[in-house]
């Protein structure tokens, strides 16, 4: 590595597959959940166990970021860290954080947890994604806003390329949207108004701006093609994506009681929401095609191009799926929305960090790349977890298109529970899918342990 | 307010070979990154007229109703505006092309001059809409009205923004007839803006 | 394209405007007027294509794609008009 300090960002890595590992425990825990009601009931009920899956999720997620800017940010000012020593503090703050917020989630009826940590002072729990404690989301917010400084006051110090003020403007817009959990309005409409600002904004407007800005360095790194080019084609995207993103935020409206225009705003902007993700494949794939270098870690190009197609398929396709208003309106919180997660959540955010740590662990310990043996393993995990994503996808699609016939349009409609018994062979067929995921994540871990020859970084 | 559009006309050395059909073998003026978003733009564009006349279709006494009470003279004056923009903004780059610089400073000038007047035309019939009560939610015409223009609004305003950029750089001499990449990246943009108004104007004010 | 010529489009595109805004004034609805009114629009388009946006000559796919645009989303105006009749 270039930067002493950059190697903060190895602690931000490893903690974030530790907690992609309890992640996936947990998804494969209510995975089962959904057709075997009282597994490990009352120990873990099925909505702890979607909280630790989907904030796990969230947490690691960020650490990534956290940890991939650590690691960028010395490289594009070409100088180190305003504060390694801040950097290392704000980690092992947060992971303590998110650790007595997990116990908090396993050990204590959600309830008591909620009475325990002041959640009358200032209500913002109980809300889906947002339920941390308040001490938790204080804590979010210091964590963030102490990285930010010293993220900014790296840039500030050193040089500013347009990769790093894209990422500043995406880091800084997240802390931004995040204040919106504190706010908890009693009128039903506005609380889901501004809960959005924070979940879609998130990941349709701000995290597109960080996943740009580690896909553009990481390509410039494989590749070797000129940073302008790059840059140029980031532009484009980051303004494509805003546009569009920030408007498709309607496509939450619908059927929250806001006014019908949003029917309108939201269908037609959404529509076009897979544009950026488009412009990002062909990106992605035109930079590896004109490479002007053979870089020596394969894998981290083919997670680079990996991040490419799958955000395109998970985010822009399964998004656009089901954002029109008319087709919505019936598929609105079915498992369509899940099958869009989980492929949009991979291939756009798991993928970039994995890409991220894919290209920077290696440097971090000392080598430009793992060796041969070592990047044939995380190929193989590349295959394993990328392809028992597609079938979770196609699986949740399946029985989410038969749920809402069942359900919302069949002449006698069923009940939401009968509807689920008539989908359970889904249900399993995407459990034993998430199990490949699962051997996929362990062949990813071993493949940090293969040894062999290295050329030094 | 678009950083991407300032750096693009800002890297005129840049001829990108970013090959999305190798079929045609020549390029559109201007930086082949403009012409990617002008056809994202034409797409957004596309869909909300065309949503605009599926709509009327099964809402045609209320839209032709309501077509009548818009400012059909400032619509009018809007378009000519639009149009004396983009005409300045040819001339300019002809201009450019035969090394007359200071011409083509002034011609681009011009056309943002014109820009600012749209704004105003526009932002007098915007306040007489609002003045009479009017709002997204009056109804399904003045949903599309107000969103459809609207939208064109502020792409005048960043095509306004290129142009600026532009000029203060044709200002101080950085195009000549030799190099002026960056000012056919912002023409390009400017002419998508007048363009898509072409069609607004007929559909919006006056086909009934 | 040298300035002559520039500005000979301007007077065309000028001109069709008034031929636009007239209709309108003078109330002039139907199929008719309404053909009217999108040829004028479509003929306006074409001229800024190829005059000012300069896309003439320079090859099929770029000229294809934008005056395709403008004659796709002029025939779905035209057809739903028809339709709604």
Request: proline fraction near 3%; aromatic fraction near 16%; include cysteine.
């Amino acid at each position: 590595m270039q930067y002493k300090s950059q190697a903060v960002a190895r602690l931000y890595f490893i903690a974030a597959i530790g907690l992609f590992v309890a992640q996936i425990l947990f998804g494969l825990i209510m995975g089962l959940q959904y057709v075997v009601g009282d597994f490990l009931f009352p120990a873990i009920p099925f909505n702890v166990a979607r909280m630790v899956h989907t904030n796990a999720l969230i947490v690691w997620l960020l650490m990534g970021f956290m940890g991939a800017a650590y690691y960028m940010v010395p490289e594009e000012s070409e100088t180190e860290l305003f504060s390694p020593k801040l950097a290392v503090l704000m980690f092992w703050v947060f992971l303590a954080a998110a650790a007595l917020t997990v116990l908090g989630y396993l050990l204590v009826p959600y309830a008591g947890l909620a009475k325990m940590t002041g959640n009358d002072l200032l209500p913002t729990m109980g809300r889906e994604f947002l339920e941390q404690p308040l001490p938790t989301k204080v804590g979010i917010v210091v964590v963030a806003l102490v990285f930010l400084f010293n993220i900014t006051m790296t840039v500030l110090k050193g040089k500013k390329t347009a990769i790093s003020l894209v990422l500043l403007l995406g880091l800084w817009g997240l802390a931004l949207f995040f204040l919106f959990s504190f706010y908890n309005p009693d009128n039903v409409v506005k609380d889901k108004f501004y809960w959005w600002w924070v979940v879609h904004l998130w990941v349709e407007g701000v995290w597109e701006l960080i996943l740009g800005a580690i896909l553009a360095f990481v390509l410039i790194k494989v590749t070797g093609v000129d940073r302008e080019v790059i840059e140029k084609w980031l532009y484009v995207i980051v303004t494509l994506t805003l546009i569009t993103g920030i408007i498709g935020t309607g496509h939450h409206y619908y059927w929250i009681g806001t006014p019908e225009y949003w029917q309108w705003w939201g269908s037609i902007f959404s529509a076009l929401e897979p544009i950026p993700f488009f412009a990002m494949t062909l990106f992605a794939f035109n930079m590896v095609n004109r490479r002007r270098r053979e870089h020596p870690n394969k894998a981290a190009t083919l997670w680079a191009l990996g991040t490419g197609v799958m955000s395109f398929l998970g985010a822009g396709v399964w998004g656009f799926l089901h954002t029109l208003a008319p087709v919505n309106f019936y598929t609105h919180g079915t498992q369509i929305t899940a099958a869009h997660g989980h492929m949009a959540f991979y291939g756009a955010y798991v993928m970039v960090v994995l890409t991220m740590i894919s290209y920077a662990m290696p440097i971090l310990r000392g080598r430009a790349a793992n060796p041969g043996k070592a990047q044939v393993a995380e190929m193989w995990a590349f295959w394993l977890m990328t392809v028992s994503i597609v079938f979770i996808t196609l699986f949740l699609t399946a029985a989410g298109i038969l749920q809402i016939w069942l359900q919302r349009v069949a002449a006698t409609p069923m009940s939401f529970m009968d509807a689920q018994d008539q989908v359970a062979l889904f249900y399993w067929m995407r459990e034993w899918a998430g199990v490949v995921f699962l051997t996929g994540l362990v062949v990813y871990i071993t493949s940090f342990f293969v040894k062999g020859e290295t050329a030094k970084a | 307010m678009n950083p991407g559009q300032l750096a693009l006309a800002e890297t005129p050395a840049l001829r990108p070979g970013f090959a999305i059909g190798a079929a045609h073998s020549r390029q559109p003026p201007g930086d082949l990154a403009i012409w990617v978003f002008i056809l994202a733009e034409l797409l957004a564009f596309g869909v909300f007229f065309i949503s605009y006349a599926v709509t009327r279709l099964h809402n045609v006494a209320l839209f032709d109703a309501m077509q009548l009470t818009l400012d059909r003279n400032a619509g009018a004056l809007n378009t000519v505006l639009l149009i004396a923009g983009s005409w300045c903004v040819a001339r300019a780059v002809a201009a450019i092309k035969a090394d007359r610089r200071a011409a083509a400073a002034d011609f681009l000038l011009g056309a943002i001059a014109c820009g600012g007047g749209f704004l105003v035309v526009k932002l007098f019939e915007y306040s007489a809409k609002f003045e009479a009560g009017i709002n997204l939610a009056t109804n399904t015409f003045y949903m599309f009205y107000l969103s459809l223009t609207f939208f064109h609004f502020m792409h005048v305003i960043l095509g306004m923004v290129i142009l600026l950029a532009v000029w203060l750089k044709a200002r101080h001499g950085a195009y000549s007839a030799a190099e002026h990449h960056g000012m056919e990246t912002g023409a390009s943009y400017w002419h998508m803006v007048d363009l898509v108004w072409l069609v607004l104007f007929p559909l919006v004010y006056v086909m009934r | 394209m040298n300035a002559r010529q520039l500005d000979l489009i301007f007077a065309a595109l000028v001109i069709g405007t008034g031929i636009t805004w007239w209709l309108g004034e003078t109330g002039h609805a139907g199929p008719a007027a309404v053909v009217a009114i999108l040829a004028i629009a479509a003929v306006k388009g074409m001229l800024i294509i190829r005059d000012f946006m300069a896309l003439r000559g320079i090859g099929f796919f770029w000229p294809a794609m934008v005056m395709g645009w403008l004659l796709l989303v002029q025939g779905i105006i035209l057809a739903t008009y028809w339709k709604g009749h």
